[in-house]
């Protein structure tokens, strides 16, 4: 079975400043590892994923993630936020071979501030 | 395209009654899925299909029944509704039932059972 853990709840954090929003994992087989994003309100959008290869994703809206084998995680990073990346953020995997069944963390909730 | 639509948006139930939440998508997705989102827990999977005619259970699936009789269309129901299933629940879709497909997540329907 797999489990995500995202380490914060809540990341609070000035505008044009960095983030990084931090994601472990947890599976006996090779998952696929997603970052979603969801706005007040709405459903969940993709931001980025990671299959195979390079371990470092580049996704929509500035944002970029680095799958990390040997630590198990998968952290997202942003180099200057903006008011508009408000939002809560959702890391979740799959297993690799089987179904599409998104396991997800808890969600951190990212507060950008003037 | 309208995506993935769910209805109603909204929806308050009295203990022990049943409902129906919508969900279509226009995208010719085969698989198609149902989560709920409770606050702190992330999203959970309540069933899944692979394409019409086939469903199966997911993490969280008492309660629930589902069908698929078309290929758009995946409703939800609630037999008797229960104050524990109050809840924010998602309607997804992705393009086959492989781990690597992103999956599109609808708006979300509101239900609180009083």
């Known amino acids: 079975a797999q489990s995500v853990t995202q380490l914060d709840s809540q990341v609070p954090v000035f505008e044009e400043a960095p983030v990084e929003l931090r994601c472990n994992y947890s599976?006996?087989?090779?998952?696929?590892l997603f970052w979603y994003v969801q706005y007040p309100n709405q459903g969940l959008q993709l931001l980025l994923k990671?299959?195979?290869?390079?371990?470092l994703v580049k996704g929509i809206n500035g944002f970029e993630a680095e799958f990390n084998k040997s630590q198990t995680s998968f952290h997202l990073r942003k180099p200057s936020v903006h008011i508009s990346d408000t939002a809560e953020y959702f890391c979740?995997?799959?297993?690799?071979?089987?179904?599409?069944?998104?396991?997800f963390g808890a969600g951190t909730r990212l507060a950008v501030h003037p | 395209n309208a995506g993935v639509t769910q209805t109603p948006k909204f929806q308050v139930l009295k203990t022990g009654q049943s409902m129906t939440l919508q969900c279509a998508q226009d995208?010719?997705?085969?698989?198609m899925s149902w989560y709920r989102q409770d606050p702190g827990m992330g999203l959970r999977l309540i069933h899944y299909?692979?394409?019409?005619?086939?469903?199966d259970q997911g993490e969280v699936p008492n309660g629930y029944n589902v069908s698929r009789s078309t290929t758009e269309d995946f409703p939800l129901r609630l037999l008797s509704a229960a104050p524990s299933q109050t809840s924010v629940y998602f309607c997804?879709?992705?393009?086959?039932?492989?781990?690597?497909?992103?999956?599109?997540f609808g708006d979300g329907t509101r239900l609180s059972i009083l």
């Open positions: 979740a995997v799959t297993q690799n071979g089987g179904y599409n069944k998104l396991i």
């Open positions: 997804a879709s992705s393009y086959s039932g492989a781990g690597d497909q992103p999956q599109h």
């Open positions: 599976s006996s087989v090779s998952v696929y």
């Open positions: 990671y299959l195979s290869g390079s371990t």
């Open positions: 299909s692979v394409g019409a005619g086939i469903t």
């Open positions: 995208m010719n997705h085969e698989y």
